[in-house]
Structures are given as structure tokens and as C-alpha cells.
């Protein structure tokens, strides 16, 4: 099952796949690129930029965007609520510029869709960061704090009243606003990027899944089932489908989120107040976030979903959302005005998390010809413009401020092995959910799961809780 976004994107398309077709028999490239998402399609673009003489081929399992680019929530979001986590990796100016430049990309990726006739409804009107019950009251000012300390102020805190006429919802109680963030209909974002990439002489071949990637003299080789690729550099943008990689896998645990959609309410939304583009996300544990479209439905994700065993992704994130009950759950229980609105699309897709929250880019094996970046745990819109960067001079081996980050080259901490991490991550999921429904009904949760929580591995906790 498609999501919403890449329904409306492929219905929209003319013609059919002879622009991009499967990978058959031998081909050659200087780099191959294995993904078709935003992550790869940035790092296409960006080559090619960089060397416009450098031939690039793009290999896709599925279709460009069929993946976690065509499933997201559109939240074109930045990192600076990850800036205490960059800088213990390379010091406080590497993080301003590492957040300035993830603000930047932002705008930038808004300004390639005006540039190339991209209609991919790209809004900059904001992201909010809300409190739903009065515990999560004040979770942004920490980091709000921190950030002032460096005469940095992305965040503003917001009054209660403003927070709910904007939303349209009483059960915002508060909230801090980001100017800089925006929305964007995610596949429409992915397809217009693919028609660029093939403007530009990239070479595309989707439903072309790789099958086997081998080191060979000048470089590597990657496989699908009736083709190869050789290429003197292969670049894996791959999100969550990369834990195939043993190296990767204990670095990035990969968990489900759930996103529903409702029909179209434009008069609904009106009446209650919702009526820009602006994002929003809740401070629970595991995070609701919610946003309109252009034509008038709520789109409302709930993280927190199905857990990976291992390096076993494949079918589990396919198809109609396992846990679309509990998303819808969260919209009625956020929008009660629009309880009689119905559910119309479901569905769901892997995210890909690390210990820390942020990504992190490396060679496989240790070998220069095979680089890749993964773990942008659960916020890759915005980020992947600058993932692009990174991965398109490490393909290069340009010795510069992109290759030289500290994101780059640092594997994360590990999570725990099989099968402690499958066991431990359901168990500290049931808790997080036991201490949001007692939160939500005004009641302290149970010593137990506060206990559970606590022993709690960084990373398996959201960014607001530890940054």
C-alpha cells in the first residue's frame, strides 16, 4: 500500500517508466548511488554540481520515493534542537555551523522547487513544538536556554492562548515556535528531484533492488537481479534498508511510525484556526506530529511503531499501518472538533535511529569506495540537503568542511545485540506508552515504568528528554 503522498505524485505523472528503467545487463558509472530517496538524490545532484563531467547512476529498489522519502510527514525541519548533541562531537562552532548550514538547507530546498517548476507545496510557515498534557509543559526550555547561551535563538516560547488559536486545538497548552522550518508534500518533493537528477545526465534505474555489492580492483560492484553497476565509488543511501550491513546494524536501532490521513475538511479546519502550514509535534514520549495539506486534510503520525529484529526490515514496513488505531487515537483525542472527520489513508515506514538522534556518514569496511550516511532517525527532509553535501565530497574525496565534519568517520555507540535489543526496546515501548496515558489522564505514572525509563539507552528516548 502507498502512502498518500506518492499516490497523489504517481497519479500525477504522465507517461511511463522509460525514463528510469530496471537496471538490465552491464553498465559503468564513476559513481553509483543505491537509493533513489532524497538522501541519494541530493548526493547526485550535488556530484554533478561539483563535476558535471563525473558520470552518475542511481539505483532504487522501488521507485524514487518509495521509500522513507515518499512516507514521511513533510516536516522540512533543522537541527537545532540537536545542537548540544553536535557539539560534544566536534565543539560548539562546528555545531552552529552545522545547524546554521541544516537552516539554510532548508530554504534551499524550497528555493531548487521554484527554481526547476517543482510543485511540491513547499511552505515555510513554521514548526511547533507543543505541549499536549501539563506534564510536557517547559520540555523546550532547556534547550532554548542552551542555545541562548551562544546568542543563538532559533526558538521563541509562545503564550498558551496564541499556541491554541493557532492550532486550533484546546489541548495545546504551550509550545516553542521555529520561524525557519517548513512543510512539503514529501513525494512530490522526491519526483521532482528525480526529473532534475535525469535534466542533468544522472542515469536512474528504479525497481532495481541490489541484490550484492562486491569490492573489484578501481572499485566496487553493485548487483540487482538482471544488471550491475561498476563504479569507481559507490555511495549507500539507503535509510533504515541499510542495517543489511552488520557494521551498521548494532549502530542504528530501526523502529516503525504510523501516519494517518483524513479526508478533505478545508471548512473544518477554518472554523477551528488551522488554516497554514504550520508543523507540529507533541512532547510525548512517543512523539505525535501533525500537520494540514493544501487541499484540506490532517496528516497525523505517531512514532513508535514496530521494532526491527535485527537487520530483518522487509515486509514488516510495508503496507497499511500496524498501529494506525493508536495514530487515530491521537488526532481525535488532539482535534475533538474533527471527530466526525473521517480516516481515509494509513500507512507506515521504518526510521532509522541512533544512539545520539543524529546521522552519521563513514566508510563500509573501512574501504574509500564504498561510503555511506544513515540514522537520521525520524528528521531526514530538511537534513538530507546537507547529506547530499557531506556524501557527494566523501564520493569525491574532496578534503573540505563537508567531508571533514564531525559527523563523518565517528560511528555512534552501539545498541545492545540480538536478541536483548528486540526485548529491551518492546519493554521500555510498553512503558513509554503506560506513562503518556497516565500523563494524558493527569495522574502520576507507576514507580515501575518510571524505573524502566530510567535504565532507558539514550537514544531510544526523544530529543526532548536528552540532547
Not at 50 to 59: G, Y
Not at 233 to 241: D, G, I, S
Not at 440 to 451: E, F, M
Request: proline fraction near 6%; hydrophobic fraction near 40%.
Amino acid at each position: 500500500m502507498r502512502s498518500l503522498w506518492l499516490q497523489e505524485a504517481l497519479d500525477g505523472e504522465e507517461g511511463g517508466d522509460d525514463d528510469a528503467p530496471v537496471l538490465r545487463g552491464s553498465k559503468r558509472a564513476d559513481v553509483c548511488v543505491v537509493g533513489g530517496g532524497y538522501v541519494g538524490l541530493w548526493t547526485a545532484l550535488r556530484i554533478k554540481e561539483l563535476d558535471p563531467s563525473v558520470d552518475v547512476a542511481v539505483v532504487e529498489a522501488d521507485v524514487c520515493g518509495g521509500g522513507a522519502s515518499g512516507r514521511n510527514g513533510g516536516f522540512v525541519l533543522t537541527w537545532w534542537p540537536k545542537f548540544a548533541s553536535i557539539a560534544k562531537l566536534g565543539g560548539i562552532e562546528e555545531s552552529r555551523r552545522l545547524c546554521r548550514a541544516s537552516s539554510d538547507g532548508v530554504a534551499s530546498i524550497g528555493a531548487f522547487c521554484v527554481e526547476h517548476g517543482i510543485d511540491a507545496r513547499f511552505h515555510m510557515d513554521g514548526y511547533l513544538w507543543a505541549a499536549t498534557n501539563e506534564s510536557q509543559m517547559g520540555d523546550w526550555r532547556p534547550m532554548i536556554d542552551g542555545l541562548a547561551r551562544y546568542d543563538e535563538h532559533p526558538f521563541e516560547e509562545l503564550e498558551p492562548a496564541e499556541v491554541a488559536a493557532r492550532t486550533g486545538s484546546p489541548v495545546h497548552l504551550g509550545g516553542a515556535f521555529e520561524r525557519t522550518a517548513a512543510v512539503v508534500q514529501p513525494a512530490l518533493l522526491a519526483r521532482g528531484m528525480r526529473r532534475v537528477a535525469l535534466e542533468r545526465g544522472i542515469s536512474i534505474f528504479e525497481r532495481s533492488p541490489m541484490v550484492d555489492l562486491e569490492a573489484v580492483a578501481g572499485g566496487a560492484l553493485v548487483r540487482t537481479g538482471v544488471g550491475a553497476v561498476r563504479a569507481g565509488r559507490v555511495v549507500l543511501a539507503m535509510n533504515a534498508w541499510a542495517v543489511r550491513y552488520a557494521e551498521i546494524r548494532r549502530r542504528v536501532l530501526v523502529i516503525g511510525s504510523d501516519i494517518v490521513a483524513t479526508a478533505r475538511a478545508p471548512e473544518r479546519l477554518a472554523e477551528i484556526g488551522w488554516t497554514d502550514g504550520m508543523s507540529i509535534s507533541d512532547s510525548r514520549l512517543l512523539v505525535h506530529y501533525y500537520r494540514t495539506t493544501d487541499d484540506g486534510r490532517v496528516a497525523f503520525g505517531k512514532g513508535g511503531g514496530r521494532l526491527a529484529f535485527g537487520g530483518a526490515v522487509g515486509t514488516r514496513f510495508e503496507g497499511e499501518a500496524p498501529y494506525a488505531a493508536e495514530a487515530e487515537k491521537g488526532l481525535r483525542r488532539t482535534y475533538p472538533k474533527l471527530k466526525d472527520v473521517p480516516v481515509t489513508h494509513r500507512w507506515t515506514g521504518p526510521i532509522d535511529r541512533t544512539r545520539n538522534g543524529l546521522p552519521f556518514f563513514a566508510t563500509l569496511g573501512g574501504s574509500p569506495a564504498v561510503v555511506y550516511g544513515v540514522g537520521f532517525s525520524g528528521n531526514g527532509v530538511g537534513p538530507s540537503y546537507v547529506a547530499g553535501r557531506i556524501l557527494a565530497s566523501m564520493a569525491l574525496d574532496r578534503d573540505d568542511e563537508w567531508s571533514a565534519c564531525p559527523l563523518v568517520g565517528r560511528p555512534h555507540r552501539r545498541w545492545p545485540p540480538e536478541p536483548a535489543r528486540f526485548v529491551g526496546g518492546s519493554t521500555m515501548k510498553g512503558a513509554m506508552l503506560r506513562v503518556e496515558r497516565a500523563q494524558d489522564a493527569g495522574r502520576p505514572p507507576s514507580g515501575l515504568d518510571t524505573a524502566l525509563l530510567r535504565l532507558a539507552p539514550t537514544g531510544i528516548l526523544p530529543m526532548r528528554v536528552r540532547t
